[in-house]
T-cell receptor, first 113, second 116 residues
Framework: GENVEQHPSTLSVQEGDSAVIKCTYSDSASNYFPWYKQELGKRPQLIID?????GEKKDQRIAVTLNKTAKHFSLHITETQPEDSAVYFCAASIGDSSYKLIFGSGTRLLVRP | ETGVTQTPRHLVMGMTNKKSLKCEQHLGHNAMYWYKQSAKKPLELMFVYSLEERVENNSVPSRFSPECPNSSHLFLHLHTLQPEDSALYLC???????????????FGPGTRLTVL
């Protein structure tokens, strides 16, 4: 079945360094890839998303890249800050569904001050 | 209240109990979702309703029964649950545009369920 793998499961970086989280997906028909951030005890919130017709999207310190051929997409956070500490989930749409998402297993990011 | 709200926030129930979780969205969206979040499977889609019709059921056990009486309200009825059903149950909503671009799913705060 459809699957999204996410690595690493935990990531610890020094404040100011960059953090990269990688995901791979199995459904070649997937065409929507959102990233959600979940702070401790809070709800997941969308931080950035990308559609299959672009290879890269940037929003201030956050960027996402997509390689459809390899079925890889990645989240890049530059100049990390302690408030970036959270669990990050990648997701991929399933086929041409406009609402069915398969989530990765999450990455717990810790930014050390 | 704004956004997506869920009640109760915490629920402890025995395996023979019947309880219901409630979700309400104040965003004017037309699609609502139930997710299960646990240590084993961090975000697992359970049910999707679009325009009040159930369009997705990922083979969830029948002890979970969803109900969507209108586009703003979503319920999850629980009966004869098992201890392994203990998890955080998250509701979400989005504006579904059939055949058009995907839209952000807004999550509620969740109901922490413990089955004894």
């Amino acid at each position: 079945g459809e699957n999204v793998e996410q690595h690493p499961s935990t990531l610890s970086v020094q404040e100011g360094d960059s953090a990269v989280i990688k995901c791979t997906y199995s459904d070649s028909a997937s065409n929507y890839f959102p990233w959600y951030k979940q702070e401790l005890g809070k709800r997941p919130q969308l931080i950035i998303d990308i559609r299959s017709n672009v290879g890269e999207k940037k929003d201030q310190r956050i960027a996402v890249t997509l390689n459809k051929t390899a079925k890889h997409f990645s989240l890049h956070i530059t100049e990390t800050q302690p408030e970036d500490s959270a669990v990050y989930f990648c997701a991929a749409s399933i086929g041409d569904s406009s609402y069915k998402l398969i989530f990765g297993s999450g990455t717990r990011l810790l930014v050390r001050p | 209240e704004t956004g997506v709200t869920q009640t109760p926030r915490h629920l402890v129930m025995g395996m023979t109990n019947k309880k219901s979780l409630k979700c309400e969205q104040h965003l004017g969206h037309n699609a609502m979702y139930w997710y299960k979040q646990s240590a084993k499977k961090p975000l697992e889609l359970m049910f999707v309703y679009s325009l009040e019709e159930r369009v997705e059921n990922n083979s969830v056990p029948s002890r979970f029964s969803p109900e969507c009486p209108n586009s703003s309200h979503l319920f999850l009825h629980l009966h004869t649950l098992q201890p392994e059903d203990s998890a955080l149950y998250l509701c979400a909503s989005s504006q579904d545009q059939m055949g058009a671009s995907y839209n952000e799913q807004f999550f509620g705060p969740g109901t922490r369920l413990t089955v004894l």
